[in-house]
């Protein structure tokens, strides 16, 4: 089920953020269209190419012959014939078609990811929105790890659709911004990190993060003590 998004998004009148949030079901269909998209458009660059240099130095030797043209040689036959109409047949009849063909289902898979990270970035701002108390960028990668990224996602997969998703938060000065949208960034570049992280890297991470909130808690502290110290020495 597909329904248009009319969550209330901190400062901006829901209307304006024309997203659309999928299903579980959805996501899973777009993820299937999305590889088949792939699995189909990937031989064909790879055999446009091959097709492409083929044709490319078949042309580049022709050229080569008649701007230093040996004695002896015919321009149709030693020439025309067998480099310069295979190169040019090669590219118009088969490496231009097949990018063509490549760059169309690429340009699908783009359209389909784009979705993806459309809902993706609603489902994270409606968690936002939800939450009462105080969140943290470790609390919303936590939330797209078991929420937003399928079971069925590759590593590869989950890592490109998260970055697709940090390209269609708005700009922080775009009428449809959000006043989560620098936690949801901070938080979907964690949830990235965490795709390919070693537990070891994970802990790592907590324990000097958590050292570094040490530190601020303590200088905040201090700060307040002085500025109470303050009023009683003058």
Known sequence: MSFN????????????LDYTLLS???KLTLYGDIRRHRCQGGPLVVVGTL??????????????LLGYPLQ??????????????PGCLLFVLIAAPLMMYAFQYHKAALSKHKQLAESNYVQ??????????KITKKDVAGFIASQVLLVEYTPRFSFVTLLQ????????????SSLHDSL????????KE????????????DRLEAEEEARAAEQRQEEEASLGVSPLLT
């Open 5 to 16: 998004v009319t969550l209330p998004l901190s400062h901006l009148p829901a209307p304006e």
């Open 24 to 26: 579980s079901e959805q």
């Open 51 to 64: 097709a492409f240099i083929f044709a490319l130095v078949l042309v580049l030797i022709g050229s080569c």
């Open 72 to 85: 002896g040689l015919v321009f149709v036959s030693d020439i025309f014939l067998p480099f310069l109409l």
């Open 124 to 133: 994270i701002l409606h968690y936002c929105n939800s939450q009462t108390g």
């Open 165 to 176: 998703t940090l390209k269609v938060i708005p700009e922080k000065d775009s009428s449809r």
């Open 184 to 191: 949801i960034a901070e938080g979907v570049d964690r949830a």
């Open 194 to 205: 965490d795709i390919y992280a070693s537990e070891y890297d994970k802990e790592k991470r």
